[in-house]
């Protein structure tokens, strides 16, 4: 088996492509050890010294690690943990956790902008996500109020120095563009 490695503009983080799924459906962030515990591969890369996130994305996975370690040290075990993992056959989420819906419960928005969110949802899974998702990332919407969408950033999104960049010249232009009334971007 052989597998990619690419930098991305975080780096903190390194997008590590298996050349198969890796998971279908919507991408999975995590953020420790616990939160990894629904993923026999997640946890096992948590298990590497210095691995401070995983983001599993439908063909990739992004590892972020402590920015103390040197990634001479760990890529090489987080290299054995991905490889290991797809050689045994385990599932990448446990039995259950894969039909976990996602949880929209924390979006907020007037119910007289149920229009216009479902413009920018569109325009984020159609233009920004996949792109996103090219750097090793992911952005999801949270919510929408007086003009300004908040967003949040996952994988190597997450802490990247470029990411306000991104977020300000790329994504909140697009919107205002295409989506009348929109006037910011924020990350939450």
């Keep these: 088996m052989f597998i990619q490695t690419e930098a991305t503009p ?33 946890s096992a890369l948590f298990s590497v010294d210095g691995v401070t996130g995983v983001f599993l994305g439908s063909d990739f996975v992004s590892v972020t690690k402590d920015e103390a370690i040197d990634w001479a040290h760990i890529k090489p075990a987080i290299l054995g943990a991905v490889m290991e ?17 996602v949880d929209t419960s924390d979006e907020f928005f007037e119910t007289e902008d149920a229009e216009t969110v479902e413009v920018i949802k569109e325009l984020l ?6 792109a996103v998702a090219m750097d090793g990332g992911d952005i999801t ?18 802490g990247c120095p470029s990411s306000t960049a991104t977020l300000k010249s790329g994504i ?3 919107l205002r563009h295409f989506v009348p009334g929109v006037e910011q971007v924020q990350q939450i």
Excluded: W
């Design 85 to 101: 993992h797809f050689m045994s056959g385990k599932p990448i989420l446990a039995e259950g956790a894969a039909s976990e819906p």
């Design 10 to 42: 975080n780096p903190a983080t390194l997008k590590f492509l298996p050349g198969r799924d890796v998971l279908v459906g919507e991408p999975r962030d995590f953020r420790d050890h616990e939160a990894a515990r629904i993923s026999p591969l997640a």
């Design 172 to 174: 909140e232009n697009l």
């Design 141 to 158: 919407f949270k919510g929408y109020k007086e003009g300004t969408v908040f967003l949040h950033m996952q994988g190597a999104c997450s």
């Design 125 to 130: 899974a159609t233009r920004v996500r996949p």
